[in-house]
């Protein structure tokens, strides 16, 4: 079998077709959606993700603000940027660029923010309403995820899901959401005694490890499908996912690629989620 490419650019490209069209409605009744991204300090990676978020705003209508903080910046005086945004009624999300740099605080960053902008979805209180399954703001990446296989026509319901990682913001809300969808999750980490049997057995596998081909092609199931949420560089400048694709292809139905798959759908989300918030702030759900 070889594996049918999920295409993140083009499904990420008509989500944002389509909240560019909410956006011009939310407009034309008073209400311009605004997001806020606070960057500190000069980390090359983090400075092309923000730009990437601020052009994605630009393109669909969204109103928002780049904040560049220095590397030198306080706990206090990032905290103090938060308080101020968290009562402008003109900015509906707020979004501080991770990491930050060592001397800064991300969890209490994270709880700073009000869960009413918290776009990214990692305060605690929108994880804890995603637990018991109310409606919340998800994590940008596991949603982007949720929506590749909703629209690649994978019904989760009754499926062996294998999830690869347990980071607070992917790997562990992409277990609840796949949850909520009534597929049966098992969770693999780094003390896992026997990732390939677990990865073997399920029907959908979600890597989200950060380390580069590390999941084996030949561990795949036939017919399997395959979420790649890993972007790592490697020596020789080549991006590659946590799973090894030319081989994960020739046995999975349908894979993702890196880059192109999961990576386009995380921004489409930030600004779906920036859009639900104004909506609710402005009573225009
Ligand atoms: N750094 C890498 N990805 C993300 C993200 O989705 N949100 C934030 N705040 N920082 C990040």
């Not at 399954?133 to 998800?138: C, I, L, M, P, S």
């Not at 990446?141 to 296989?149: D, F, N, Q, R, S």
């Not at 629209?151 to 899901?161: C, F």
Request: with cysteine; hydrophobic share 40%.
């Amino acid at each position: 079998m070889t594996a049918r490419i999920i295409d993140g650019k083009a499904i990420s490209a008509k989500r944002r077709e389509q909240i560019a069209a909410r956006v011009a409605e939310m407009v034309a009744k008073g209400k311009r959606p605004g997001l806020v991204v606070v960057i500190v300090g000069e980390d090359p990676a983090s400075q092309v993700y923000v730009r990437n978020k601020v052009k994605a705003c630009a393109e669909t209508g969204i109103y928002s603000e780049k904040i560049e903080m220095p590397e030198t910046t306080t706990q206090e005086e990032l905290l103090a940027v938060v308080h101020e945004l968290n009562g402008r009624d003109d900015i509906d999300g707020i979004l501080v660029q991770f990491p930050l740099p060592g001397h800064l605080d991300e969890d209490a960053v994270i709880e700073a923010i009000v869960p009413e902008k918290d776009v990214d979805g990692f305060h605690p209180e929108s994880i804890g309403r995603l637990v018991v399954g109310k409606d919340t703001f998800v994590s940008c990446t596991p949603a982007g995820v949720m929506v590749l296989l909703e629209e690649s026509g994978v019904d989760l319901s009754g499926k062996e899901v294998c999830v690869v990682g347990r980071s607070n913001n992917v790997g562990k809300p992409a277990a609840l959401l796949c949850l909520a969808q009534n597929a049966t999750v098992t969770m693999c980490h780094s003390r896992t005694r026997d990732l390939p049997g677990h990865v073997g057995a399920a029907d959908v596998v979600i890597a989200a490890v950060g380390r580069p081909e590390m999941i084996k092609g030949d561990w795949i199931k036939e017919g399997a499908v395959v979420i790649d949420i890993g972007i790592n560089r490697l020596d020789d400048g080549r991006l590659v996912g946590d799973v090894e694709f030319e081989t994960a292809k020739q046995r999975a139905s349908a894979i993702t690629p890196v880059p192109g798959g999961v990576g386009p759908m995380t921004i489409a989300m930030l600004l779906e989620n920036t859009v639900m918030s104004a909506a609710r702030s402005a009573g225009l759900e």
